[in-house]
């Protein structure tokens, strides 16, 4: 598990390309047959992704954690962006397939990733926070009829804003955010551009009471994509590819623009749950 430190705004102005991406940007989390996971002391979130081909993989803490098991004292967001899957739980079997995701609640001890097809694995990518608070396990899905364990993202959290003149036409699907699915501090949620829009999260807005984590995906190799970050009178932006990840600290917008539209999944973590507490900047006021 790789650490990384908080940083503040003010070093962050005299950071060169190399130590902004440094510090922000996450490469490589897609590997086969491994787990990847980057400790962030901006909220304490963890950032990860497992991808299961020819073997099960295992969630363990780690020596980082300090911990006997990797959800002692934490909660976890996942999404899975790849092919069918499995997720184990304490012997519980959830077959986690493409767009579904989970959220589990602390306690949870034993947990593994599995794919069903080794020539189109899963792709698991995964969001953690600490957590005071122990909440059920939920299986999630985009489509379909809600069970036990089960919840269907409802109509009212799946929101379609923007306009295609305005290049930021997206469907927004909100998986882990109060009265659907409860959690201590994580909000979770995956946001797709329509063709031919590329800007999203704009008029651009910080939130400094929880901080956030982007992945961008559905990237095609040939594009890219530019994320802002920093002050509304001073930003700075990190060029990236798919399946790259990227931590925004609560004193920082988080907004992206690309050659192409794409796919990304959101996750914060910090002490407000509530969705609309933003900050918005006008368009005209960034610098």
């Known amino acids: 598990m790789e650490v990384r430190t908080a940083a503040s705004p003010r070093d962050v102005k005299h950071y060169t390309t190399d130590r902004l991406r440094e510090e922000f940007l996450i490469q490589d989390l897609f590997q086969a ?11 304490r ?31 976890l967001g996942i999404i899975n962006i790849g092919g069918d899957g499995i997720i184990t739980i304490d012997g ?11 959220y589990v609640g602390r306690g949870a001890k034993d947990i593994s990733f599995e794919s ?16 005071h608070v122990s909440y059920p396990t939920v299986h999630i899905k985009l489509e379909g009829e809600a069970e036990e364990g089960v919840v269907i993202v ?9 306009t295609l003149e305005d290049s930021n036409h997206r469907i927004i699907n909100k998986y882990i955010v109060t009265g659907q699915v409860e959690s201590c501090q994580l909000a979770m949620g ?17 939130h400094s009471r929880r901080m956030e984590a982007y992945f961008y995906f559905e990237v095609p190799e040939e594009h890219a994509v530019c994320h802002f ?8 932006h990190v060029w990236m590819k798919g399946d790259q990840a990227v931590l925004s600290p609560e004193w920082s917008i988080h907004s992206a623009a690309a050659t192409h539209n794409y796919t990304f999944i959101w996750g914060m973590g910090g002490e407000n749950l509530d969705y ?5 900047s006008l368009i005209t006021d960034l610098k």
């Open 92 to 102: 519980r079997v959830y077959e986690v397939n493409a767009r579904d995701g989970m």
């Open 116 to 131: 069903k097809d080794a020539s189109c694995p899963a792709k698991f990518y995964m969001n953690s926070a600490p957590a």
């Open 154 to 162: 409802k109509d009212e959290n799946k929101v379609e804003l923007g």
């Open 276 to 280: 609309g507490d933003q900050d918005f």
């Open 229 to 236: 970050m920093g002050e509304v009178d001073e930003t700075r």
């Open 190 to 206: 995956l946001t797709k551009l329509l063709p031919g829009s590329v800007w999203n999260t704009m008029p651009a807005h910080v």
């Open 33 to 43: 047959d491994k787990i990847n996971l980057v400790y962030s002391h901006i909220d």
């Open 45 to 75: 979130i963890i950032t990860g992704a497992a991808v299961p081909v020819n073997e099960k993989l295992v969630l363990t803490a780690g020596d980082e954690l300090r911990a006997e098991y990797f959800l002692q004292r934490r909660e």
